[in-house]
């Protein structure tokens, strides 16, 4: 199954209208995002919790790292740039974490609040190569920044 990308963004503003709470939100979002598509194996996020530092936050799928720093693995240079990282072959990623041996591909995207400030990153991992692509990220991207406008 593939994501509908216009019935997941109406369902998630359906379920967090009104909600000013991060992690009600990233939780929400974890989960509904995380049963809209087969390829998607883990679906989390990582939270902004000091400088230069992302803690685990609400997810789907197996255990996640704990801690990520900004200046390692996918996730920490999505936080570092605040640029979205679409990884087909996470093997080939300089510096990449392997939190699930089972990994070959990552998307991951920076979450910011309504004034400009990073929340942390939202992250997507498959068992897949090549799994996502420029509409993925382009399509999330829009969701989440809907979604956290108002945090």
């Not at 939780?27 to 990582?46: K, L, N, P």
């Not at 990449?96 to 400009?116: D, F, K, M, Q, Y």
Request: aromatic fraction near 8%; include cysteine.
């Amino acid at each position: 199954m593939r994501v509908d990308y216009p019935t997941l963004s109406k369902t998630l503003h359906a379920l967090t209208d009104g909600e000013t709470d991060s992690v009600a939100l990233m939780a929400t979002v974890a989960c509904e995002v995380h049963h809209a598509d087969d390829r998607f194996d883990w679906t989390g996020f990582y939270r902004v919790t000091a400088p230069e530092l992302l803690k685990i936050g609400p997810y789907q799928g197996g255990h996640g790292c704990l801690v990520i720093p900004f200046a390692r693995g996918v996730c920490g240079a999505a936080a570092r740039t605040g640029e979205t990282q679409l990884v087909a072959d996470v093997d080939a990623f300089p510096g990449h974490i392997a939190c699930a041996s089972s990994t070959r591909s990552e998307l991951v995207l920076p979450v910011w609040n309504g004034t400009g400030d990073l929340l942390g990153v939202f992250d997507i991992d498959s068992n897949q190569p090549a799994a996502f692509d420029q509409t993925d990220a382009d399509e999330l991207a829009a969701i989440l920044k809907s979604v956290f406008a108002n945090v």
